[in-house]
């Protein structure tokens, strides 16, 4: 079976019949190589890490998603305060096109969980298993021996555990450590959701991890096609020097450039491209080519960088400019993002009130008094129950009006709510019409003070001749 070369036409993970052609990228040493799988294993006991870290009682980052509880390093939202989801989403979304815009797709090659797991997880069991590229290309060649399906066993075997493993740490963000080792003890029945949860995502990997691989970043991913739009010639990304490369010949040759044409640089990328060729779609910017192009180099006595981290301006010999329009237009438009984001957080209480007309008749006479009646929704979000006093603001109530029904504190629970039905009243003949008047929720202890307006509403007074509505 023929396998394409890297081109600017093809893509190299395809070949020529239109079959799925497995790489094996070399393994490679170098300042970038160490830097990336540093990064990875920190990255990565962060993702195994956080749900076991308790700040305040819970998880250091819990979404809990049952009882409509997000705790974040100690801080709490309730379903409530989920606008400032927007600020979350739209902030990491920037912030990766901002990046981009400075310094390509770093973002891919460095710390994308995919790119994380499968370079620094699943190829490296890969390599301790199947040998180095030259050896696990002539495993595949092989006719099946009980040596090749003993290793690909062992293999496939480790990968569905570590896909099981990455599964259940995903779930135990949604419903704690505890949570999930108690579900785990018990048979799916109980539990046929996270069950169904663990084995989609289990599968998914599994497939992601075994087969699809850098697929998934050529085919399904969009950041890839987003680059040209958010890149220009003063972005840093990884490149070949054309000009010092060219004529590409062997060492010692008359005439020629630095590259030796080795190969090396294309052995080694996980995408399986030539960078020589100039920027690439299927490029992450993982910069296992400049680490292999740089110990060439070193052996052959040439200066390093013929492969390196730079713009489309340096490669031409031309002054990179960092600060440029679109930079600047970005820089702005973030620092927006964070005044807004700021604010919104600034505005957070620990306590949030809410109060709302019970539904039906919207208010009643009887008796000679009007009444309307209310539901005051307390959410406490301390981590500590609270005593509430719900008064009405005398000062903005009109003269003869009272509020029944919060005579005592309200307890309300850590991280819960508690509905309190209260009723405004005001003799009939001291009533004016319709009016906005305000309550008032103190917390005792903390002192802190909330308040909400509702619309007091009785008969309208160009007719208060008619008969008064009773009471139900």
């Given at each position: 079976?023929?396998?394409?070369?890297?081109?600017?036409?093809?893509?190299t993970?395809?070949?020529?019949d239109?079959?799925?052609r497995?790489?094996?990228?070399?393994d490679?040493k170098?300042?970038?190589?160490?830097a990336r799988?540093?990064?990875?294993?920190?990255l990565?006991?962060?993702?195994?890490?956080?749900?076991?870290?308790?700040?305040?009682?819970f998880p250091?980052?819990?979404?809990?998603?049952?009882?409509?509880?997000?705790?974040?390093?100690?801080?709490?939202?309730?379903?409530?305060?989920?606008?400032?989801?927007?600020f979350?989403?739209?902030?990491?979304?920037?912030?990766?096109?901002?990046?981009?815009?400075l310094?390509?797709?770093?973002?891919?090659?460095?710390?994308?969980p995919?790119?994380?797991?499968?370079?620094?997880?699943?190829?490296?069991?890969e390599?301790?298993?199947?040998?180095?590229a030259?050896?696990?290309?002539?495993?595949?060649?092989?006719?099946?021996?009980?040596?090749?399906?003993l290793?690909?066993?062992?293999?496939?075997?480790?990968?569905?555990?570590?896909s099981?493993a990455?599964?259940?740490?995903?779930?135990s963000?949604?419903v704690s450590?505890p949570?999930?080792?108690?579900?785990?003890?018990g048979?799916?029945?109980?539990?046929l959701?996270?069950?169904?949860?663990v084995?989609?995502?289990?599968?998914?990997?599994?497939f992601a991890?075994?087969?699809?691989?850098?697929?998934?970043c050529?085919?399904?991913?969009p950041?890839?096609?987003?680059?040209?739009?958010?890149?220009?010639?003063?972005?840093?990304?990884?490149?070949?020097?054309?000009?010092?490369?060219?004529?590409?010949?062997?060492?010692?040759?008359p005439?020629?450039?630095?590259?030796?044409?080795?190969?090396?640089?294309?052995?080694?990328c996980?995408?399986?491209?030539?960078?020589?060729n100039?920027?690439?779609?299927?490029?992450?910017?993982?910069?296992?080519?400049?680490?292999?192009?740089?110990a060439?180099?070193?052996?052959?006595?040439?200066a390093p960088?013929?492969?390196?981290?730079?713009?489309m301006?340096?490669?031409s010999?031309?002054?990179?400019?960092?600060?440029?329009?679109?930079?600047?237009?970005?820089?702005?438009?973030?620092?927006?993002?964070?005044?807004?984001?700021?604010?919104?957080?600034?505005?957070?209480?620990?306590?949030?009130?809410?109060?709302?007309?019970?539904p039906?008749?919207?208010?009643?006479?009887?008796?000679?008094?009007?009444?309307n009646?209310?539901?005051?929704r307390?959410?406490?979000?301390?981590?500590?129950?609270?005593?509430?006093r719900?008064?009405?603001?005398?000062?903005?109530a009109?003269?003869?009006?009272?509020?029944?029904?919060?005579?005592?504190?309200?307890?309300?629970?850590?991280?819960?709510e508690?509905?309190?039905?209260v009723?405004l009243?005001?003799?009939?003949?001291?009533?004016?019409?319709?009016?906005?008047?305000?309550?008032n929720?103190?917390e005792?202890?903390?002192?802190?003070?909330?308040s909400?307006?509702?619309?007091?509403?009785?008969?309208?007074?160009?007719?208060?001749?008619?008969?008064?509505?009773?009471?139900?």
């Amino acid at each position: 079976m023929s396998q394409r070369a890297p081109n600017l036409t093809s893509v190299t993970t395809i070949n020529a019949d239109g079959s799925h052609r497995f790489l094996h990228p070399s393994d490679v040493k170098g300042r970038f190589t160490l830097a990336r799988r540093l990064t990875a294993l920190v990255l990565i006991a962060v993702y195994v890490g956080l749900p076991w870290i308790p700040v305040k009682g819970f998880p250091a980052v819990f979404l809990d998603v049952a009882n409509r509880r997000f705790h974040f390093f100690g801080f709490t939202l309730v379903a409530q305060d989920l606008w400032l989801g927007f600020f979350l989403v739209t902030g990491l979304a920037f912030g990766l096109f901002y990046v981009t815009s400075l310094f390509g797709r770093l973002w891919c090659g460095w710390t994308c969980p995919y790119t994380v797991f499968l370079e620094h997880v699943y190829r490296r069991v890969e390599r301790f298993i199947d040998g180095d590229a030259a050896a696990r290309k002539k495993l595949d060649a092989a006719p099946w021996s009980f040596r090749k399906v003993l290793r690909r066993v062992a293999k496939h075997s480790i990968y569905l555990a570590l896909s099981v493993a990455i599964a259940h740490v995903f779930l135990s963000y949604f419903v704690s450590i505890p949570q999930l080792y108690a579900w785990m003890q018990g048979p799916p029945s109980q539990h046929l959701l996270a069950f169904g949860v663990v084995l989609s995502l289990t599968t998914g990997l599994y497939f992601a991890f075994a087969w699809f691989r850098e697929q998934f970043c050529i085919i399904l991913c969009p950041y890839g096609r987003l680059q040209s739009a958010l890149t220009d010639d003063h972005t840093v990304v990884i490149g070949y020097d054309e000009k010092r490369g060219e004529p590409r010949g062997k060492v010692g040759a008359p005439g020629v450039g630095d590259c030796i044409n080795c190969m090396r640089c294309v052995q080694v990328c996980p995408t399986g491209i030539d960078i020589r060729n100039g920027l690439q779609l299927e490029c992450i910017g993982c910069a296992a080519c400049v680490d292999a192009c740089d110990a060439i180099m070193a052996k052959v006595g040439r200066a390093p960088g013929l492969v390196r981290y730079d713009s489309m301006q340096g490669l031409s010999g031309k002054r990179t400019r960092y600060l440029r329009t679109r930079t600047l237009v970005y820089t702005v438009f973030a620092l927006m993002g964070l005044l807004a984001a700021g604010a919104a957080l600034y505005s957070l209480k620990p306590v949030r009130v809410l109060a709302k007309r019970i539904p039906g008749q919207p208010f009643f006479v009887s008796e000679g008094t009007v009444r309307n009646q209310f539901t005051i929704r307390i959410i406490n979000k301390q981590h500590g129950p609270a005593l509430f006093r719900v008064e009405l603001d005398n000062a903005d109530a009109p003269e003869g009006m009272s509020l029944l029904g919060a005579e005592s504190a309200v307890e309300v629970p850590s991280l819960d709510e508690v509905e309190k039905t209260v009723i405004l009243t005001i003799p009939q003949k001291q009533y004016q019409g319709s009016q906005r008047v305000r309550i008032n929720i103190h917390e005792t202890g903390n002192g802190v003070k909330l308040s909400q307006e509702v619309e007091f509403l009785g008969p309208d007074l160009r007719f208060s001749t008619l008969p008064p509505s009773s009471s139900p």
